[in-house]
């Protein structure tokens, strides 16, 4: 019953801005992790950006000093700002949550596009 809900992906010009978010239907505060991964065409998915109970977070290289994950407890929504898009970062991104005695969920993936 659990549910994870992205909203955000587009088409953009390369050096434009997205904001991916990602809407649970239970609270995110005793989450054990929540973040994104993405698949390029033609890769392996990969973990894009991650966030922990404590609040912790973290950044892959690929994408670090462009994006940031952020999240709204009350709102139970995590969000992915991106900015400086290359078309390099053109993939679906997935929003993936885990939660104790929970299994993982994922949400349905968000298309996003840079063109250059």
């Known amino acids: 019953q659990v549910q994870l809900v992205e909203s955000g992906g587009g088409l953009v010009q390369a050096g434009g801005s997205l904001r991916l978010s990602c809407t649970a239907n239970?609270?995110?505060?005793?989450?054990?992790?929540m973040g994104w991964y993405r698949q390029i065409p033609g890769e392996q998915r990969e973990l894009v950006a991650v966030?922990?109970?404590?609040?912790?977070?973290n950044i892959r290289d690929p994408v670090k000093g462009r994006f940031t994950i952020s999240r709204d407890n009350a709102k139970n929504t995590v969000y992915l700002q991106m900015n400086s898009l290359k078309p390099e970062d053109t993939a679906v991104y997935y929003c993936?949550?885990?939660?104790?005695?929970?299994?993982?969920?994922w949400g349905q993936g968000s298309q996003v596009t840079v063109s250059s």
């Open positions: 966030t922990v109970r404590s609040g912790e977070s």
């Open positions: 239970k609270s995110i505060e005793s989450i054990n992790f």
């Open positions: 993936v949550a885990d939660w104790p005695y929970f299994p993982t969920y």
